[in-house]
């Protein structure tokens, strides 16, 4: 999200190698806002577990005008809990991003402060946060702080240990972590297309790669950023029938996309859908009293498919990485599939036969909750030639599924 480029491409700078070095070298976003006049901060609030520390050698040089490090590291001595000297921890951070840009009133910014101490341990405790972070949010407001700004607020990911992230549920948690960006009121007007497009992309699979060329194209604008090799910027409208884990540098064990999974046809539940199916089709017949007179009702003779959208098999399969010659979290172990957790709650894909007009139908089920509903239309793959001749006339959308006495 800061670079643009995956770590294992950067130059060495893991504390686990003979030849390494410190990650100054990279491609940091906050240098391209210094170069165009911006007052930068940059804020963690857990030195020892620190984005660029924990692992990797972190700066010699504040990569930012300020850099808080110096002073976490010394709170680090006095934290009690989540208090600083009788202090919420988040309050500390959350007061020096005001401070900062009360500072800078007239100066372009740009800031980046993460906490983690708050939620590291329990996720439950993020809740801990919930009224300051209204209450600086409200602050900004009122001081006209977002009439100007460009706001992200994000996670970094979900639930990495425990029973939920053993079931498919955690693990897609794990991969799609919160993000909202909130644009100033007055963007809408002004820039529709660019607002647009992020609208539309937040339906679509997006990454930390095209939230950092989403941040070079605020600097660039109206032109493109380049040297943007993985991502594209959110103010572009992506492609989302074109969009893959592959083209969007999400590498297959981490990728949350579903794909059709073959399921038996003897599964009770199964059965339960393609019944659900066959009664709408009737219902959508018989909704006018004249055609019960007409048409058969139809019944379920035989279940042919039944596919399951579930996550890839890899990403079910998998267990955690490891450390490999590329880089700390290159390599991959894998177990047993994850508890599936998404058997109420995902889209069915089934082929049946319905009696006594031999039909053969596909039709998309989604489950909420275990209530299901109709997804999209019933297809009919067979031809049915004159099986609805009584009534192809008077109400030819229900042809596909007639068979006149």
Not at 129 to 134: A, E, I, Q, S, T
Not at 190 to 209: A, D, E, Q
Not at 376 to 399: A, H, M, N, T
Request: glycine letters at 6%; one cysteine or more.
């Amino acid at each position: 999200m800061l670079t643009g480029i995956a770590e294992k491409k950067q130059p060495e700078a893991r504390r686990s190698e003979n030849v390494s070095d410190s990650v100054d070298k990279w491609r940091w976003i906050f240098k391209n806002y210094k170069e165009k006049g911006y007052a930068t901060l940059f804020s963690e609030d857990s030195p020892v577990y620190a984005t660029f520390n924990y692992r990797l050698h972190g700066f010699k040089e504040p990569p930012t005008d300020h850099y808080a490090r110096p002073f976490w590291l010394e709170a680090e001595k006095i934290i009690n809990g989540y208090c600083i000297g009788g202090r919420a921890g988040h309050n500390i951070s959350l007061e020096y991003l005001l401070s900062f840009l009360r500072a800078y009133k007239d100066k372009p910014k740009f800031s980046l402060i993460t906490h983690s101490v708050v939620s590291h341990e329990n996720l439950n405790t993020i809740g801990y946060v919930d009224d300051d972070l209204k209450t600086i949010l409200q602050t900004l407001e009122k001081e006209s702080f977002l009439n100007n700004t460009l706001l992200i607020i994000f996670g970094d990911h979900g639930i990495r240990y425990s029973g939920v992230r053993k079931t498919i549920q955690g693990k897609l948690e794990e991969r799609l972590p919160f993000m909202s960006i909130t644009t100033p009121k007055w963007f809408t007007g002004k820039y529709p297309g660019l607002y647009s497009n992020l609208v539309h992309n937040s339906k679509v699979l997006t990454t930390p790669f095209d939230v950092y060329a989403t941040l070079r194209h605020i600097l660039s604008y109206p032109s493109y950023p380049s040297e943007i090799t993985t991502g594209q910027s959110l103010f572009n409208r992506i492609d989302g029938n074109n969009r893959t884990c592959v083209n969007a540098g999400v590498e297959e064990h981490w990728c949350p996309c579903l794909n059709l999974e073959e399921v038996s046809t003897d599964e009770p539940l199964i059965r339960e859908l393609a019944e659900f199916v066959v009664k709408y089709i009737n219902n959508l017949m018989f909704q006018n009293a004249q055609l019960e007179k007409l048409c058969h009702k139809l019944v379920l003779r035989e279940i042919l498919t039944a596919f399951r959208d579930m996550p890839n098999e890899k990403m079910q399969v998998f267990e955690q990485t490891r450390r490999d010659g590329e880089c700390d979290s290159c390599g991959l172990l894998f177990n047993d599939k994850s508890t599936n957790t998404l058997v109420g709650d995902t889209l069915y894909q089934l082929q049946f036969i319905t009696s006594p007009n031999e039909g053969f139908y596909e039709a998309s089920v989604k489950l909420k909750k275990g209530v299901p509903s109709l997804a999209g239309d019933i297809s009919r793959i067979d031809s049915y030639k004159d099986q609805p001749f009584c009534i192809v006339e008077k109400f030819p959308p229900l042809r596909k599924y007639c068979y006149c006495y």
